[in-house]
Structure formats: structure tokens, C-alpha cells
């Protein structure tokens, strides 16, 4: 039995081996092939590129447009006023010579117009002669007298404040002179009491320190003669003999009483002298110097605030200021009204240039009348001309300014006219060459100048206009024209194709093509390169950035690439 | 008579197993969750990966001025076949570096062999002077880092001029002295009696070796071949230090640098690069347990 489970284990560990043998081998297998296959594979997943190195040049800017040829200007006849037309005699097309009648229009109505256009002359001229003579101005004159007669105040306040101010000044220092000298003395003598004081006290304290030194010069004799009789008394009594005993003894004794009268004498006898008056004497002196001072303050306080002639020099003082303030309000006054009589003066010359300008206009537009109306109702062509549009039909009443007619010139010539939007416009200048290619029954190549660039605000457009040279041809009126130009730029060190450039995150970059050593021996990947657009064409920018003529730019990639990504070259 | 002693508290007789097993299966579900993670993230498109593991690549995504966390996921948005399909057919560098792999290790499994026989039966089965304390030297080296041992081997393959070359990293590997170790230990518990009687029977060393010790020997030959590959397979240090050309580094190399630039791929390349190793277990599986069974090596 277990001979059997083993030999059933042992079928399943190998059958197990087998499976796990195949499993490696295939994968092993599958590895292989794909390693074989590996660089065929990556290849066609690959980005393929194409690459161009980067040149210096010019970038070229072709402008492209259609146009038509037209004459430059045209004449245009206008209504006057509110004409009723009795008939048009020329239709769109006819050809007509100088004074040719165009139509014909009613005579009461041209006349009325006149009438009206004088009218509004002699309105316009009696309002200006009314408005010239109500205006008189500002009077300023009563303005200069104020500001003379404050003058005048200010300049005699001026005298009378010198005088009073040297008045004062006499007077003041001859009051504050006195009050200095006695302050000067009592300070003086206050100085010399007090020396002397001092002095006397220093002259005591001496006297004193010699008391002292003497009575304790006698204390310590007395002292030291006590002593000697004492030590005698102890040494010698019994030893000597009584009565020579006796006699020491009393000996000593009476130098003792003779030392102690001494100094009962002498300290009954000394006595300080009396330094209290000179203090008292100083102390005197000094309050009369305080007291000094004090009325020297005093006189000058009084000087400076409430004395007459203090009061008279802030008066005149007073006086002066207010002169000068009042012509300081008199000039203001006058400038203020001086500024209002420019201003008038200034809207009544423009009123009175205006309403001339207006009487001239008038005037003009009369003539103009006059000269243009018919006297006769015919209204005529001024020139040889071309009659392009008729606005008029018979019948009609004509509002004023009104376009009638519009007439092409006959002797003038044809040019070609085209629109261009602004960014293209910013490109071609006047003067620079064009080349046109008018279509017409016979095709004519033909090259010309830029004459006229103007912005019409209307279409947000430029018109451009070019006069056709003598001798091209057969062209006329009205034929389509194809417009081509081109305009080189400065030279730019480095350029690139549009294709190159490409954006990502608001950036500018262009790949590199680079060369490196991969798995599969040596591979090409590109590197993005940031750079900056500064101008590009239709086809190629100029750049700037870390790029040198001697790289290889991707200029075409079958897929997108990114930086660091392998590519093949196609 | 009264009874003082406790009564013993009763455990419910297969408790004990219980939780023997719940341990058991949170270990295993445990060390089998990484591979499950890979295997399960390997089916997920490479935009999936980069925007889940973005800080992994260091390309963190910031929202509401926070850092976006790391997720772990385990069930794709859409399964895809992308990440396996970029391996094998965009990455030409992965398959190369496959066969660098099997290119360094098979010698060195091999040659490990080779001269793991023959110096373990020498250490076993021969008495030679010397032979313990140079065995223990042997052990002493195994039991070193291989960071110890770096430094050395780099000025020693340098001064015989294999640094660059594949060989730089075969020959270490191949006199690696793990195998002797592993081998003697097995063969030390063949009896000498069988060499005795061959040696009576007139067999030398060689034909007692190859015939009498080697065939004894497959299942501890196998086990070690299993651990050698597996080791190998794995190495990333000594290609990283010995080759300089990186067109011979061993896919270890690229799968260690595929977390900065490639995450895209990660998981599909984990698998595949995980495939060999498992293949070569799974054939060997029972010679590896018989082998570390007798070697004494549980």
C-alpha cells in the first residue's frame, strides 16, 4: 500500500517537473525570440524624424491679395437744398464734355435756397455785432487803486514804526543800564562781605585748634605730675628720711596746684572772636543784590510788556502788519479778477472767431451756390467726364447734400486698389514694390509702387492703392487685379523651420537629435532645447537659445516626441 | 480527606490548533501579500501606476496644497496588458538585460557546483593537516558580509584586470564558500565504510567521489544549486561596483533604477524577472527540502 502511494506521489512530482520544465522552456523560448526581435520591433515602434541644422539668414514674408482696378478718386455732384428735379438727361455710362447738361431742376426752388443762404448771413452777422457790443470786460482799474492806496498805508506804517522802535530803544537801555549798575555794586559789596566773612571764620577755627592743643598740653602735664608724686610716694616712703620725704612730697605738690591754676587761667581767660556779624553783614549785602537783580528783571519785564513806549511800538507794529496784510488781499483780489477778465476775454474772442468763421462759411457756401446752380435749372458737367452712378430720377425732390451724380474724369488715370487686414498691413509700406497680375481678356504682369496706405475704420481695414506705370496695356476700369509682395527681414544668426518649433506649457522648444550608447549598441534620441521665437514667416522662425549651426534639429516626426525619447532616422 | 489542590482550567480540546493555524495563515498571507500586490498591479495600464505611485518617481502631486498619499491598490481601473507589452516589445534594454542575468548566473551556479564537490569532499571524507582550522576560516569568511569582503575583492580584480568584465563578478560568485560549507556538512554524515570498502576494492579518490559520494548527493547538489541561483539572480551590488558598462548590468540593476524613471512598468517587470527563480524552485522544490534536511541546516 505504500509502495503504491509513493509510486503515485513520485508520478506526481515528475509529471509536476515536466510541467514546470515546459512552462521555463517556453518562456525562456518566448524571451529568446523576442530578444532576437527585439531592435526590429523597437524599431517600427519608433518614432521616425527627419533632421535639418539650423542656417542664418533672412526670414521672407509673402503677402498675397486681390484687388480691382479703379480710378482714384471720382467727382461727385450734390444737391443744395431740397430740388425738385424736372428731368435727368444722361444715364450710367454716357460720356459728357465740360458744361453738357446732367438735369434740369426747378429755378423757384434754387432761388428760395439763395434767399434762405443770404438770410442766414445777415443772422449771423447782427448776432456777432450784438455780441461785440454788449461785452465790456472786467474793470480791474478800481482793483489797482486799492492795492496802490494799501501800499502807500504800508509804507507810512513803516516810518512811524522806525521812529516809535528808536524811541524805544533810548529809552529801554538808559532805564536798563541804571538797574545793571546798582545790581553790579550790591553784588560786588556782597562779594567782599562775604570774604570777608570767611576770613574771620577761618582766622576762629585757628585761634580754636590752639586752645585746644594747648589745655590738652596742660592736662597731660598735670596728669604726668600726678604720676611723679605718686611713684614717689610708693618708692621712697620709709626708705628716705621723713622730713626730706616730706619735703619731696610737698614740693610736688605744689608744682601739681601751680600746673592746675595754670589751666584754669588760661582756659578762663581765652574767648573766640565774634564771627556772627560778618555773617549777618554778608547776609545783607547778599539781599540787597538779590533784591537788585529782582529790579533789574522787573524793569526789563516792564520794558518788554506794559511801559508807553511799548505799548506805542506794538501799536505802530500792529499798524504796519496790517498794512502789508491788506495789500497782500488787494494783490489776490486784483490777480483773482485779472484771471477772470483773461477768461472772459478769451470765450468772447472765440465766440466772435467763431461766429466770423461761421458768417465766412456761409458766405462761401453762397457762392458756391451761385457759382454751381444753374441760373437756369440746367445742371451741368464740369469736366469731361464719365457719368459712373445717377442717383437722381425724374420727378424726385432731393434732400440737401444729397450725391446726384458721380462723374470719373476723363483725363485722369487708372490705379489698382486693394485691402489688406492689419496684421498683413503691418508688412507692406508705402513705396515698397508690388507685383500685379490684372486679369483681363489678355492676362498683363505689371510692377508698381505702394502709393497710398489708409485705415478704414469702417471694415477695420487697410486700403492700399498703386498707380498702373504708362504702357501696360489695355487695361480698364473695374478688372480683377491678383496683388503679390514680399519683404525680407534683418539677418538672424540662427533659423529654423516652423515645423521644428514646437510648444509645450507656453514654451518654445525644439528637438535635438543626439547619439548615445543603449542596450542595443548605439541609438539616436533627441533632447528638447528650449528657444525663444523672435519672428517667424510662413515657413521658417528665427530663434534664439542654446543651439549652434552645427546641431540636428527634428524638422519632421511620424509621431510626438518628448525629451529623452529614442528616434530613428528615416 | 479534603481536597486542597486548584482545579486545572480546561482547554477545549483543538483550541490550541486553532490559533496555530490563524498565526499560520496571517504569516502567509503576510509574506504572500507582495506578491500578490505585484501580480494584481501588473495588470494595471502604465498611466494607472504613474498616477498611483507618482511619489514613488518623486513627481508627488500636490492637492489643495497637501501631498497627495500614497494608495495602495490591488484591483486595476481597466486590466491591461500594457505594462507587459512595454516590457517585452518596447523595452529592448529588459530583455537584454534578462540574458546578462542568465549570462552571469548559470556560470556561476555551475562552477559553484563544480568546486563546491570537490572542496566539501576534501574537508569531509580526506585527512590533511590543517584541515579544521582551514575549515574554520572557510566558516568565518561565510559568516562575513559581503560589504566586509567588497573592498578586497574590487583591489584584488583590479589588480588581475577583470574589473569591467563579466568575469569580475562569475569568479567571486563561483568560489563563493557558502556551497562548501553546505556540501561538507552533507556529506560528512555518509558513512566512511562506503569509501573503505570501494578503497578495498581497489577504487581511488576520483572514482570513489564520482561514484559512490556525488550520486548520494544530488538532492543537497540541487538544494544549493536553488540558492545559489536565487542568490545570484538577485545580486545587485557587485555588478553596480565591477562592470562599468552598463549594457552588461544584470536586470537586478534594472529593476532597483525602474522606480525613478519607469514606474510604468514596474509591476509587469517584477513578474517576469521574478519567473526564472520560480521556475527553478518549483522544479527543485523537493531535492532544496531534502537537501537542507540532511545537510542539518534547519
Known sequence: MEDRDMTTDEMRLQHRKRMVGRAALAFFGIVLLLTFFSKSINNMLLPEMECVTPWSGYLNYSIR??????????????????????????????????????????????????????????????????????????????????????????????????????????????????AKAERDKAVKESEAAYKEWQDQKAEAERLEAQYNRLVEEKKMAIKVKNRELQVYRENYEGIVPDNEFDLQVSQLRQELTRLEHDLEDYTGSFKLPDIDQYQETFHQSLQKAIAAEENLKKISESYATTSEMRIRLNEAQKRYDDAIKQIDENIQALEKKQEEAKAEQLVYTQTVYQKKTEIQLAMLELELMKKYLPQDGRLVAPMDAMIKTVNIEKGQVCSPQQMLFELIDSNASLAIQWMLNPAKAELLEIGDQVS???????????????????????????????????????????????????????????????????????????????????ALGQEYYVEAVKVNVIERDDFNAAVSGALSLQDKIVSMSTKALENGAQVILR | ?????????????????????????????????????????????????????????????????????????????????????????????????????????VPIVAGQLVVATLGAYAFAKLKFPLRAPIFFLYIIVMMMPFQVTLVPQY???????????????????????????????????????????????????????????????????????????????????????????????????????????????????????????????LYGENYLIEGIQRSGLK
Open chain 2, 1 to 105: 480527606m479534603i481536597a486542597t489542590g486548584r482545579r486545572k482550567a480546561r482547554i477545549p480540546k483543538g483550541a490550541g490548533k486553532f490559533v496555530a493555524y490563524i498565526l499560520l495563515v496571517v504569516a502567509s498571507a503576510t509574506m504572500l501579500f507582495p506578491v500578490v500586490y505585484m501580480v494584481c498591479n501588473s495588470f494595471m495600464s502604465s498611466n494607472e501606476v504613474a498616477e498611483a505611485y507618482a511619489l514613488l518617481s518623486g513627481d508627488a502631486v500636490f492637492e489643495a496644497g497637501a501631498v497627495k498619499k500614497l494608495s495602495i491598490r490591488l484591483i486595476p481601473e481597466r486590466v491591461s496588458l500594457m505594462q507587459y507589452y512595454q516590457a517585452l516589445l518596447r523595452k529592448p534594454t529588459f530583455l537584454v538585460m534578462f540574458w546578462n542575468s542568465v549570462i552571469v548566473t
Open chain 1, 436 to 518: 500685379f497680375r490684372v486679369k483681363g481678356e489678355k492676362t498683363e504682369e505689371i510692377k508698381s509702387k505702394v502709393e497710398k496706405k489708409e485705415f478704414t475704420p469702417d471694415n477695420g481695414l487697410y486700403h492700399y492703392a498703386s498707380e498702373i506705370p504708362a504702357g501696360s496695356g489695355d487695361i480698364r476700369e473695374g478688372m480683377a487685379v491678383e496683388i503679390s509682395a514680399s519683404r525680407s527681414t534683418g539677418e538672424y544668426p540662427l533659423i529654423v523651420p516652423n515645423s521644428s518649433v514646437s510648444k509645450q506649457g507656453g514654451m518654445d522648444y525644439v528637438f535635438v537629435l543626439k547619439e548615445r550608447s543603449g
Open chain 2, 155 to 281: 583591489i584584488t580584480l583590479k589588480k588581475l584586470g577583470l574589473l569591467g568584465s563579466r568575469l569580475a563578478v562569475i569568479l567571486p560568485g563561483i568560489f563563493s564558500t557558502f556551497g562548501i560549507f553546505l556540501l561538507r556538512q552533507f556529506m560528512a554524515r555518509i558513512p566512511d565504510e562506503y569509501g573503505e570498502a570501494a578503497k578495498i576494492d581497489g577504487a581511488g579518490h576520483f572514482r570513489i567521489f564520482t561514484s559512490i559520494i556525488l550520486p548520494q548527493c544530488r538532492g543537497a547538489m540541487a538544494s544549493l544549486a536553488i540558492l545559489i541561483f536565487v542568490d545570484n539572480w538577485n545580486m545587485v551590488e557587485q555588478p553596480l561596483l565591477f562592470l562599468d558598462d552598463e549594457r552588461m548590468h544584470p536586470l537586478s540593476i534594472f529593476l532597483s533604477r525602474i522606480n525613478t524613471s519607469e514606474l510604468g512598468v514596474a509591476f509587469a517587470c517584477g513578474i517576469l524577472y521574478l519567473l526564472p527563480a520560480l521556475f527553478v524552485f
Open chain 1, 65 to 178: 491679395a486681390t484687388g480691382e482696378v479703379r480710378t482714384p478718386f471720382t467727382h461727385k455732384v450734390f444737391a443744395q437744398g431740397n430740388w425738385h428735379v424736372i428731368d435727368v438727361l444722361v444715364e450710367e455710362g454716357d460720356v459728357v464734355a465740360e458744361g453738357d447738361a446732367l438735369a434740369i431742376v426747378d429755378m423757384e426752388d434754387i432761388s428760395l435756397e439763395l434767399k434762405k443762404k443770404a438770410f442766414e448771413i445777415q443772422r449771423l452777422q447782427n448776432d456777432l455785432a450784438q455780441h461785440q457790443a454788449t461785452f465790456t470786460g472786467v474793470d480791474l482799474e478800481s482793483y489797482e487803486k486799492q492795492v496802490e492806496k494799501a501800499r502807500e498805508e504800508a509804507e507810512d506804517a513803516k516810518e512811524n514804526l522806525d521812529i516809535i522802535l528808536a524811541l524805544f530803544d533810548e529809552d529801554v537801555q538808559k532805564a536798563i543800564n541804571e
